[in-house]
């Protein structure tokens, strides 16, 4: 097997790893939390669908009696909301350093210092729960840090040292197929454990997977080709000749001018935003919206919230296929190739949120929304996404970085937004207005 084929699946690992680290407290929340206790004080305790018809286990309503008491914490709205985005406080800093730092460190030592530590923190969750959502809330904040320091920063900047141009496309279908394994697996097994077992085990398995991923990445990963010590001769030649830098270990000054003043980029940068914006509001709020509307399990939930990343995940592959073929049989030119999927995946991931935001009781229609959004948001995947790549193979982490702070900070809007409306909006106003804001 080549050096570049095991990066890509260290890769893939590591994005799993990352993903249940981001995921695992959204599907954890359902089963932690007494949502009849959390409702607002002129709603009654009932959800508004209370008659949704759903496979795989009986509906629970609001209630959660499986668990001890002092397992199962009266967290209002605001706390619960403010808990669930905690992760991202910092990830307009987050995104940036993790870049500059491996520029500086190598992305080796970056990515797996960060990701260990991320992980190893779940396990903190369970043990101090009981002090109440606040303090959750600030681990969750150090845990979206470090995570934000390894992806997409670090991450890209390894991957830029890595990928030719004749296999980019397949390198980006690993970020797709990456993310949509550890939501679809992470969501399906999360959401059994906080079903049948009990949620804290959730927390110590992301610890687990994140300690093994550690291990075979000190092992078998190195920052450049030139610096593996068993990679062929021929393998490094394909990849500088590709990349069009042959040098070796040359530290080149990050040439901030040229980056800030670049009309590409610029461009980028507003269409990752853009493109972005409804991601986090949608993988982080979706458990609990179809807890606290239809009242399913954490079971059924899980199933649900895995549903679009296997379709997604199934598609990927083919779609890094097909973005590479595209262009190396002359159909598009690159650029041409990444405005199709951009905007195949911004436009398109609209259309369904609209529907989503005035579908009432109906979950399959709910499922059939979040499919197509998944699956036409991931698209970006291949265009935009993939231009940071095409501009600077050696500085693509670094673009990741300043385009990711200003789409950061826009995101900060809608959540405070929702996480104040929380506090006194009924919740079916409430989810439409999240809705709402995902698709603007």
């Given at each position: ?40 004080e002129n709603e009654n305790t009932s959800v508004p669908c209370p008659n949704t018809t759903f496979y795989w286990g009986e509906n629970e309503g609001l209630n959660n009696t499986k668990l001890q008491t002092e397992d199962i914490y009266n967290w209002n709205s605001y706390e619960q909301n403010k808990l669930l985005f905690g992760y991202y ?352």
């Amino acid at each position: 097997m080549q050096k570049r084929d095991i990066l890509w699946w260290m890769i893939l690992y590591l994005l799993i790893c990352n993903t249940l680290v981001t995921l695992n407290i959204n599907i954890a929340i359902v089963s932690m939390v007494n949502y009849s206790n959390s409702v607002n004080e002129n709603e009654n305790t009932s959800v508004p669908c209370p008659n949704t018809t759903f496979y795989w286990g009986e509906n629970e309503g609001l209630n959660n009696t499986k668990l001890q008491t002092e397992d199962i914490y009266n967290w209002n709205s605001y706390e619960q909301n403010k808990l669930l985005f905690g992760y991202y406080w910092f990830s307009w800093l987050a995104i940036l350093l993790g870049a500059v730092l491996a520029q500086k460190f190598g992305s080796k030592i970056v990515l797996g210092y960060s990701q260990i530590t991320s992980s190893l923190m779940s396990s903190l969750i369970p043990v101090l729960a009981h002090n109440g959502a606040e303090i959750i809330t600030y681990i969750r904040a150090a845990q979206g840090t470090l995570s934000m320091i390894a992806i997409p920063g670090a991450m890209l900047t390894i991957i830029g040292n890595w990928s030719p141009l004749p296999e980019r496309g397949k390198f980006a279908s690993v970020l797709l197929i990456g993310s949509t394994a550890g939501f679809g697996v992470g969501s399906m097994v999360f959401g059994y454990i906080g079903e049948y077992y009990h949620w804290k085990y959730i927390f110590h398995l992301t610890s687990v997977c994140g300690l093994i991923w550690a291990i075979l990445w000190y092992f078998l990963i190195y920052d450049t080709p030139e610096e593996h010590p068993t990679i062929t001769k021929n393998e490094v030649e394909y990849i500088s000749n590709s990349l069009k830098n042959s040098e070796e270990n040359d530290k080149v000054t990050i040439p901030w001018k040229a980056i800030l003043t670049s009309y590409p980029f610029i461009l980028s940068s507003l269409a990752l935003i853009a493109c972005g914006w409804n991601f986090c509001l949608l993988s982080t709020y979706t458990p609990s919206y179809l807890k606290s509307i239809y009242g399913l399990n954490t079971n059924q939930i899980g199933i649900i919230n895995s549903i679009p990343q296997y379709i997604s995940g199934i598609g990927a592959y083919g779609l890094g296929f097909l973005s590479d073929s595209i262009v190396n049989k002359g159909l598009l030119s690159i650029t041409n190739s990444r405005k199709l999927f951009t905007f195949l995946g911004c436009i398109g991931s609209s259309i369904p949120l609209i529907v989503l935001a005035y579908t009432k009781c109906d979950v399959i229609r709910v499922t059939i929304c979040i499919i197509l959004i998944t699956f036409l948001r991931n698209l970006n995947v291949f265009g935009v996404e993939l231009v940071l790549i095409d501009i600077s193979p050696k500085f693509c982490g670094l673009l990741q970085g300043i385009s990711g702070i200003s789409g950061s900070l826009i995101y900060f809007i809608p959540a405070m937004s929702i996480n104040y409306l929380s506090i006194d909006t009924p919740v079916e106003e409430l989810w439409k207005i999240i809705f709402y804001l995902q698709q603007k």
